[in-house]
């Protein structure tokens, strides 16, 4: 099976999941209603229409891939994005209630063993029957309901907010030591940044300011680990376009990351290699700085059911020399392996 199968069995699932919590969340949130008197009956329909509009779209997209680079960005902006968070904040507040639920299930054993001793129960029943027991109750009830009320605009504040702000970014600054460098190389910079995901969460003008930002460090070089698009084809012409400006001195490099395969792989390697981003596909390449020179190793993204070894020994078989290496790999998960092939640093997404 390969990963483009994969990625759509594992869309099948998470579609299907996706239906399970919305199924349980309207559920739950009919039976709230129900139970609070102050609450119009038409809450009921407004909350189950809700629910029918932001759940439909999950039907097509069981049965059919939508490419979003076919709608227009008012569309996008006025209908998708509102779909992503939605989904994004009502997975929130199931987690928060699942968590919840979890942490009163010791509570509820109890009580459920203390119903089956009659004169430990007799002795609850008359406990319920107090007013002290009576007022508990009725504000252990106003402040669930108080905090479910605050979880819910929470989770959709806190997912609108990610939507919206995406414009924020550090850039962070790290010195590394590496041994044998060539004199020439001291204070060598490089730049790294990775998933860019380009799609409907990183726009062509967005990437455009990325570009832009680390353009203005003005670093020697620069390493881009992977994951250009998000998960479909087309989302590669905005990131070349986009990525078509970046600049450095010695170069810019990449290698493809694991979203790069759920596309048409062979595709996107195209259009990131022709934009200028130099792919590294199991290969390597000497960065020459006056008379002395570093080995840049690339590999593409390695499966969870990959060999690392496998990747490396086809990369580094270009390499005869003892001059320092580094390594660029989308995922850090096989550092102990890549220790074993005396790489000076390993750069990852």
Not at 17 to 38: E, V
Not at 39 to 48: C, F, G, M, Q
Not at 171 to 184: C, F, G, R, S, Y
């Amino acid at each position: 099976m390969n990963r483009t199968t994969g990625f759509f069995i594992f869309q099948i699932l998470v579609t299907l999941l996706l239906f399970a919590i919305q199924w349980y969340l309207h559920k739950r949130s009919l039976s709230s209603i129900k139970s609070n008197g102050k609450i119009p009956p038409w809450t009921s329909r407004l909350v189950s229409f809700l629910f029918l509009l932001f759940n439909a779209p999950l039907v097509v997209l069981l049965f059919h891939r939508v490419f979003l680079t076919e709608f227009s960005k008012p569309f996008l902006y006025a209908a998708v994005l509102p779909f992503y968070v939605w989904h994004g904040a009502t997975f929130f507040i199931f987690l928060a209630l699942g968590i919840l639920r979890i942490l009163k299930l010791p509570f509820d054993v109890i009580y459920q063993l203390g119903k089956l001793n009659h004169p430990l129960q007799r002795k609850i029943i008359a406990m319920k029957s107090t007013p002290g027991y009576e007022h508990f109750d009725k504000s252990r009830r106003v402040f669930l309901k108080t905090g479910a009320v605050a979880l819910s605009a929470y989770s959709f504040i806190g997912a609108a907010k990610g939507v919206i702000d995406r414009d924020e970014y550090d850039i962070i600054e790290k010195t590394v030591q590496i041994a044998n460098l060539p004199d020439e190389f001291k204070g060598f910079t490089v730049g790294l940044m990775s998933d860019i995901h380009s799609s409907v969460f990183m726009t062509k003008a967005e990437m455009d300011d990325y570009v832009a930002a680390l353009n203005n460090l003005k670093t020697d070089i620069i390493f881009v680990p992977g994951d250009f698009v998000n998960s479909q084809t087309e989302e590669v012409y905005p990131f070349a376009e986009a990525f078509s400006a970046l600049r450095a001195p010695y170069g810019v490099y990449g290698c493809l990351g694991n979203h790069d395969y759920f596309a048409n792989v062979d595709v996107v390697a195209k259009e990131v290699d022709a934009c200028g981003v130099k792919l590294l596909r199991n290969d390597a390449v000497k960065i020459q700085k006056g008379n002395s020179f570093i080995n840049v190793i690339g590999v593409d993204d390695i499966p969870m059911s990959g060999k690392p070894e496998t990747y490396l020994a086809r990369a580094l078989s270009s390499v005869q020399n003892s001059n320092p290496k580094i390594l660029l790999c989308h995922k850090p998960y096989f550092l102990e392996t890549i220790a074993g092939h005396n790489i000076d640093l390993t750069l990852a997404g």
